[in-house]
């Protein structure tokens, strides 16, 4: 699956600074350490190859070591600055505090008292550090979801007790189930809750502001046998849909997990993208419909064009022109 540009631009960053401190590490090490292919690591190093400080002449460009790697091994020769400790302004350092003490409000930090502990040590220094321009911000940050089922969830994983809870899928599927809470996770905006559902006998992972409703029950968790990470990426069994987007869509490219993204010659743009949820690829489709060009398999189109007749209709305008722009 093509990643988003900014999940490997974090990646880019990290392999410098690591390389760095680390010197010269074969291309399987620095793969396996990065969560990626081999191929991909050293697409990675071309693209930082040709990458550096305004100029962008050969002195201007981050270096590396050709022998080395054609043996086999990453060695950095030259960073370009981008390891050089960062000097914070008084602004920046007031929006890296705001961004702090948000962070110390989300749930995956409140409920995770390692995680909590980090920021807060950051924050202490930093806002010390500040002085008077710290002291005058104030961050109110709303948790995402119901406040009473955020207190529960973080109740239920500090204690390590069980839940009861009323969720709705993306399909507005509603239903009541009894969780054993294991870890919160964030990806994108949304936080998520992993756990060990009764009904189900098995893991699943539950959107927080879809939980309608959250009980912790006075019963400790069973050990279960669950992987504590969370893999967000499609499964590979997914079904997979091919559209052209116009130019102005082009962030979709960007933010979206995509198979694959394709450059068409009259300026379109074509992504490939696994259905794992028939529901946001609607919505996604729906909302961008005036840059749709051209939507494949049919089954896709016609559940988008059935959305946009019945929303029509609800509206009491008739549904005979709904799709028009998505095919």
């Known amino acids: 699956m093509a990643e988003r540009a900014d999940e490997r631009l974090v ?81 920046e350092a007031v929006a890296l505090i705001a961004a702090l003490r948000a962070m110390r409000e989300a749930v995956a930090v409140r409920s995770d008292r390692a995680r909590s502990a980090v920021v807060e040590s950051v924050l202490t220094k930093l806002t010390d550090a500040t002085g008077e321009a710290a002291a005058a911000l104030d961050v109110q940050l709303a948790p995402e979801g119901d406040p009473q089922v955020v207190a529960a969830i973080t109740g239920a994983l500090v204690t390590s007790h069980r839940l009861r ?84 869509a082009r962030w979709i490219a960007e933010q979206v997990p995509t198979e694959s993204v394709r450059n068409l010659a009259d300026g379109t743009f074509e992504v490939r993208v696994r259905v794992t949820n028939p529901v946001w690829l609607r919505q996604l489709l729906l909302a961008r419909a005036s840059h749709v060009r051209s939507v494949e398999p049919s089954w896709v189109l016609d559940d988008v064009t059935g959305a946009a007749q019945a929303a029509l209709a609800a509206y009491g305008a008739g549904g005979a022109g709904g799709a028009g722009e998505l095919g």
Do not use: K, N
Request: aromatic letters at 8%; a negative charge.
């Open 165 to 248: 809870v009323r969720y709705v899928t993306a399909a507005d599927v509603v239903s009541e189930r009894e969780i054993d809470p294991v870890s919160l996770h964030t990806q994108d905006e949304h936080s998520y809750l992993l756990a060990w559902c009764h009904r189900a006998a098995g893991r699943r992972t539950f959107r927080v502001d879809r939980i309608l409703e959250a009980t912790e029950l006075d019963v400790p968790v069973e050990g279960h046998d669950v992987d504590p990470e969370v893999d967000f990426a499609p499964a590979p069994e997914a079904p997979v849909a091919t559209i052209v987007f116009a130019s102005p």
């Open 11 to 91: 990646r880019l960053l990290g392999i410098v600074s690591y390389l760095d401190a680390a010197g010269g590490v074969p291309v399987e090490e620095l793969a396996q350490r990065f969560g990626v292919s081999t191929q991909q690591i050293l697409a990675d190093v071309d693209a930082l190859w040709v990458s550096g400080t305004p100029g962008y002449w050969p002195d201007d460009l981050i270096d590396f070591d050709a022998d080395s790697i054609e043996r086999g091994v990453v060695r950095l020769t030259e960073a370009r600055g981008m390891t050089r400790p960062l000097r914070l302004g008084t602004r």
